[in-house]
Nanobody, 119 residues
């Protein structure tokens, strides 16, 4: 199995920046995709960005050009750099790992980290 721990959330003013971290442990080499999701009250859970084992990335339209996902394989860590933050970015951000062992797939979630953008 895989364990994920998010960190880096906090409170910032509009236009500010934060960098979230997702540290993976366990059966790390079974991971195919890491995805950052966010959830705020009254809204559906939204996939923000993902990065594949091959390094390919994708972004939601709502964050494209402002957020950047990256990884440091030596540290087993995926980052989400968030710039030009807006109040609507306020949410709990979760890291999700999609894994594959043979033909069996599973996914795992971290505990989440709160991001609040307000003046």
């Amino acid at each position: 199995q895989v364990q994920l721990v998010e960190s880096g959330g906090g409170s910032v003013q509009p236009g500010g920046s934060l960098r979230l971290s997702c540290v993976a442990s366990g059966m790390i080499f079974t991971i195919n995709v890491i995805t950052w999701y966010r959830q705020s009250p009254g809204k559906e859970r939204e996939a923000v960005a993902h990065i594949t084992v091959g390094g390919s990335t994708n972004y939601a339209d709502s964050v494209r050009g402002r957020f950047s996902i990256s990884r440091d394989n030596a540290k087993n860590t995926v980052y989400l750099q968030m710039n030009s933050l807006k109040p609507e970015d306020t949410a709990v951000y979760y890291c999700n790992a999609l894994t594959r062992v043979g033909t069996e797939a599973a996914d795992y979630w971290g505990q989440g980290t709160q991001v609040t953008v307000s003046s």
